[in-house]
């Protein structure tokens, strides 16, 4: 069945530096991938999205990479401040399935100042 | 602020008990989708409605019943709890229509069942 996994559940970086969060996923029919940030006690937030159609996507300080041939995604988050402490969600949707999102299992990530 | 209203925000019970949550999509979204987070899991989908009508159904145990109304609120009905049942629910909706992409979350109700 279709599945979307984070290869490392913690990630500890130093303030400033760049973090990366990767993320596999097996589902080939999904043509739509987003990443979340979800802090202590509160709902998931949006961070950036793309869409099967693109390879990479820029935002404010992240950037999402989209590899098809190995289903591989990533998250980059340029210049980490504490505030990006948080649990790092990816997910994907399946084309033409209703629009529900399926997740992965989360990445925590603790910025040290 | 997501615009997307989640009631109750805690809630504990006991085990063989029912509870309703409830939840305000954002205004003008016609998708509601329902997921639960245990501790140390992600997010489970369970339902999805658009406009009233079931959409697509998860990993929803059959003790557990959602709906859509006409003004667009759903309502996710938990009965004959059980510890196990003990999460976070959220409610999600979406921009028009189930073929959009994000979806914005509520802050979730957290149940407690002892």
């Known amino acids: 069945g279709e599945s979307v996994g984070l290869h490392l559940p913690t990630l500890s970086v130093q303030e400033g530096d760049n973090s990366i969060i990767n993320c596999a996923y097996s589902?080939?029919?999904?043509?739509?991938f987003i990443w979340y940030k979800q802090e202590s006690g509160k709902g998931p937030q949006f961070i950036i999205d793309?869409?099967?159609?693109?390879d990479k996507r820029q935002g404010q300080r992240v950037t999402v990479l989209l590899n098809k041939t190995v289903k591989h995604l990533s998250l980059q988050i340029a210049a980490t401040q504490p505030g990006d402490s948080a649990v790092y969600f990816c997910?994907?949707?399946?084309?033409?399935?209703?629009?529900?999102?399926?997740f992965g299992q989360g990445t925590e990530l603790s910025v040290k100042p | 602020d997501s615009g997307v209203t989640q009631t109750p925000k805690h809630l504990i019970t006991a085990t063989g008990q029912r509870v309703t949550l409830r939840c305000s999509p954002r205004?003008?979204?016609?998708?509601v989708y329902w997921y639960q987070q245990s501790l140390d899991q992600g997010l489970q989908f369970l339902i999805q409605?658009?406009?009233?009508?079931?959409?697509a159904k998860g990993n929803i145990l059959e003790r557990f019943s959602a709906q859509q109304f006409p003004d667009l609120h759903s309502e996710l009905n938990l009965s004959s709890l059980e510890l196990g049942d003990s999460a976070l629910y959220f409610c999600?909706?979406?921009?028009?229509?189930?073929?959009?992409?994000?979806?914005?979350f509520g802050e979730g109700s957290r149940l407690t069942v002892l």
């Open positions: 999600a909706s979406s921009v028009r229509g189930p073929r959009t992409g994000e979806l914005f």
């Open positions: 589902n080939s029919a999904s043509d739509y």
């Open positions: 793309i869409r099967s159609n693109m």
């Open positions: 997910a994907e949707k399946e084309y033409n399935q209703g629009g529900k999102l399926i």
């Open positions: 205004s003008g979204d016609l998708s």
């Open positions: 409605y658009y406009n009233g009508e079931e959409r």
